[in-house]
């Protein structure tokens, strides 16, 4: 299973991991003229999917397996009439006919990968500029040099830590659609770590927290994960949001 899950990714993005929309479920096709010959069976007259409620568990998982595809996928930027060349690839490859030789084309995906994630992140940061003025005109908010936009929720009284320090906390990661894409409150386990081994949002956010207290950082890409994303969930040139209680500080 993991080979099937990762060997798409691999090959097309050839980029390193580094956060979640279901893909928008096809229309049925058009109802087909009427015919006094009654058609014949074929893969192309098969029965559509069942509804998600009477899937049986293993019809569950190959759906849940084409969206773990189609989230590796995101970063590539595909239009509509894109993803209708990629259907038409698996029922291709499927039938045993493919329109092309794999072995001729897969030393492109490495130059096509790379192009289109650049593409969607340029595109990511446009629509991001907006979710960031917006947020650093909050009540209380302070946008940084950085780009990084801070706001205290709840003040802390204790220390505040520094860049090379251990800190313990708990938070919540959301994109700017509010898809959530970490949590350790779901976790049940506060998280650990040191300032500057994280996200340069989180070690410059963080020291500017006391223990006891709990802020927003809404994160540009450029101090977050850049234009490589952390795919499958942080796209390219994605903003993220986190709530962050500063539970602990050690030096």
């Known amino acids: 299973m993991r080979v099937l899950l990762f060997l798409l990714p691999s090959l097309l993005m050839a980029q390193a991991p580094a956060p979640k929309a279901a893909p928008t479920p096809a229309k049925a096709p058009a109802t087909a003229a009427k015919s006094t010959k009654a058609a014949p069976a074929s893969a192309a007259t098969a029965k559509a999917p069942a509804p998600a409620g009477t899937m049986t568990d293993e019809q569950k998982t190959i759906y849940a397996i084409g969206l773990s595809m189609s989230q590796s996928l995101s970063s590539l930027d595909l239009s509509p009439a894109e993803i209708e060349i990629l259907k038409r690839a698996f029922s291709d ?3 045993g006919k493919p329109a092309v030789k794999l ?30 003025d917006k947020a650093a005109m909050e009540q209380g908010a302070t946008r ?7 706001r205290e929720l709840v003040p802390g009284t204790g220390p505040s830590p520094k860049a090379t320090d251990k800190v313990k906390v708990n938070y919540r990661g959301t994109l700017t659609n509010g898809t959530e894409f970490d949590s350790s409150y779901k976790r049940n386990q506060a998280a650990e770590f040191p300032l500057n081994g994280v996200i340069p949002c989180w070690t410059e956010g963080v020291q500017r927290m006391k223990v006891g207290g709990k802020s927003q950082l809404v994160c540009p890409a450029d101090i977050a994960y850049g234009d490589r994303g952390s795919p499958p969930l942080i796209t390219g040139g994605a903003t993220l949001i986190f709530e962050i209680e500063l539970l602990g500080v050690t030096p």
Not at 124 to 131: E, G, H, M, N, S
Not at 144 to 150: E, F, I, M, R
Request: avoid cysteine.
């Open 93 to 95: 490859a499927a039938a």
């Open 103 to 132: 072995e001729e084309w897969t030393p492109k995906f490495q130059a096509f990968s790379q192009s289109r994630s650049t593409r969607a992140a340029a595109k990511q940061k446009i629509v991001a500029k907006a979710y960031l």
């Open 144 to 150: 940084t040099p950085s780009g990084l936009v801070y």
